[in-house]
């Protein structure tokens, strides 16, 4: 049973289709610079949504596949960008979906929605899905944002914002002790609707 409420985000997706437009993410056009400078040529992208994100990758030629809760959000992908790209119908908490290993891995505004177990879990099979001398790339709100102490206190900076959403805030300790073992390199600053957190990683060959 996942926690990643799917009934949460079906609904949001049918209620508010394109929520977010169809401009890239601020995070999405920084990783897509970083990526095409490491030759990046295929990657996974786990809470696609509806593709808005994606597109900006495919357009400078890397392979892009994705892992998505909600079906309404996969058919508007689909609708938008095509059927020719590969994307997952699941929860992030039930990777991996294949076997692949990918040179780049781009993950947005979904870690700090997952409790510290999967979190754990997510950070892991990224990581394990990554091709040798491969990058990871994640997003996650800060302390620095306004909600940070809204809501119903859960656990040690994690909070209830509103039914149904629940977010953990990160900030540079957090985050080292969460990706320290998973090839962290770089932890940088990024402001879009709210404070973020752009969090690389490498995967050193064994």
């Given at each position: 049973m996942?926690?990643?409420?799917?009934?949460?985000?079906e609904k949001?997706?049918?209620?508010?289709?394109?929520?977010?437009?169809f401009e890239?993410?601020?995070?999405?056009?920084?990783?897509k610079?970083?990526?095409?400078?490491?030759?990046?040529?295929?990657?996974?992208?786990p809470?696609?949504?509806?593709?808005?994100?994606?597109?900006?990758?495919?357009?400078n030629?890397?392979?892009?596949?994705?892992?998505?809760?909600?079906?309404?959000?996969?058919?508007?992908?689909?609708?938008?960008?095509?059927?020719?790209?590969?994307?997952y119908?699941?929860?992030?908490?039930?990777?991996?979906?294949d076997?692949?290993?990918?040179?780049?891995i781009?993950c947005?505004?979904?870690?700090?929605?997952?409790?510290?177990?999967?979190?754990r879990?997510?950070?892991?099979?990224?990581?394990n899905?990554?091709?040798?001398?491969g990058?990871?790339v994640?997003t996650?709100?800060?302390?620095e944002?306004?909600?940070y102490?809204?809501?119903?206190?859960?656990?040690?900076?994690?909070?209830?914002?509103f039914e149904?959403?629940?977010?953990?805030f990160?900030?540079r300790?957090?985050i080292?002790?969460?990706?320290?073992?998973?090839g962290?390199?770089?932890?940088?600053?990024?402001t879009e609707?709210?404070?973020f957190?752009?969090?690389k990683c490498?995967?050193?060959?064994?």
């Open positions: 996942t926690k990643e409420k799917p009934e949460f985000w949001s997706f049918v209620e508010k289709q394109e929520m977010w437009g890239p993410s601020k995070s999405a056009v920084l990783t610079e970083f990526f095409v400078e490491k030759s990046v040529k295929n990657m996974l992208i809470g696609i949504g509806y593709g808005r994100n994606a597109q900006i990758f495919r357009e030629g890397i392979n892009v596949t994705g892992i998505e809760i909600s079906k309404t959000a996969i058919e508007m992908a689909r609708k938008h960008y095509g059927t020719d790209m590969a994307i119908h699941g929860s992030v908490t039930d990777m991996p979906f076997q692949n290993q990918y040179d780049g781009f947005y505004a979904l870690i700090h929605l997952l409790d510290s177990g999967e979190r879990k997510l950070i892991a099979d990224c990581y899905q990554l091709a040798d001398h990058y990871m994640f996650a709100i800060s302390k944002a306004p909600t102490g809204q809501g119903k206190l859960i656990s040690d900076d994690r909070f209830e914002i149904g959403v629940k977010m953990f990160y900030d300790e957090s080292a002790a969460e990706f320290g073992e998973a962290l390199f770089e932890i940088a600053e990024v609707n709210f404070p957190f752009l969090i490498r995967k050193n060959k064994q």
